[in-house]
Every structure is written in structure tokens, then in C-alpha cells.
Nanobody
Framework: QVQLVESGGGLVQAGGSLRLSCAAS????????VGWFRQAPGKEREFVAA????????RYADSVRDRFTVSGDTAKNTVYLQMNSLKPEDTAVYYC???????????????????WGQGTQVTVSL
């Protein structure tokens, strides 16, 4: 089992930026697909982005494409989600997750991911 810890959330004005981090222990991220998901109040958890970084393969939800970037640091065993041009509708708890089966094409499905972090709150104000 991989232990995941997210950090970097906070309160930011619309148009601002945040960088979320997902640190792993108990496994090597570069062997997995790492995904980011989010859950807003009263809504289902949804896919945001994912990376199969050994091969440089990324995937994004349409709602964040061109604003968010997912990347990894092998030395730190950490995955990042750089979020730019934030909108109030990006407000949610953000979770990272690891898919240890590591398909070449990262999955958008929650059920594909084996291990989850506890989440970090992102709030975007007008």
C-alpha cells in the first residue's frame, strides 16, 4: 500500500495560482499512474488530471485543460498539480491517488485507483 499526503491547498482569489503537492511513501511514484481528483460540496468526486510520468503521459479533464499542469519529481517521490487562472468553480477538496496497475493511458475512473490521500482544501474567491 502507498501512503499519500497532499499539501498546498488554501484560499486564493480568482485568477490566482496554487501548486498542490502529493508526497508518497511505501512505493515509487514513477512506477504508477498518479491522479488528481476533486470533490466540491454536494457533488461527486471528479477526475482532474493524471500522469504516467515514466513515459511523460498526462491526461486532463476538459474543465482544467490549459490551466492546470501535472508533473512529477522522481527524486522527491512527489507529484505536483500547478493550478493557474483559478476560478470559483475550482473550489473543492483535492485528492491525489495512485493506480498501481499503471496503465499506459491514465484512467479517469475513481475505481481504477488503489490508494488515496486525505485531501487538501482549495477555495477560490471572487
Amino acid at each position: 500500500q502507498v501512503q499519500l499526503v497532499e499539501s498546498g491547498g488554501g484560499l486564493v482569489q480568482a485568477g490566482g495560482s496554487l501548486r498542490l503537492s502529493c508526497a508518497a511513501s511505501g512505493g515509487t511514484f514513477s512506477n504508477y499512474v498518479v491522479g488528481w481528483f476533486r470533490q466540491a460540496p454536494g457533488k461527486e468526486r471528479e477526475f482532474v488530471a493524471a500522469i504516467r510520468w515514466r513515459f511523460g503521459i498526462t491526461r486532463y479533464a476538459d474543465s482544467v485543460r490549459d490551466r492546470f499542469t501535472v508533473s512529477g519529481d522522481t527524486a522527491k517521490n512527489t507529484v505536483y498539480l500547478q493550478m493557474n487562472s483559478l476560478k470559483p468553480e475550482d473550489t473543492a477538496v483535492y485528492y491525489c491517488a495512485a493506480d498501481r496497475t499503471a496503465p499506459m493511458t491514465p484512467s479517469r475512473s475513481l475505481g481504477a485507483y488503489d490508494d488515496w490521500g486525505q485531501g487538501t482544501q482549495v477555495t477560490v474567491s471572487l
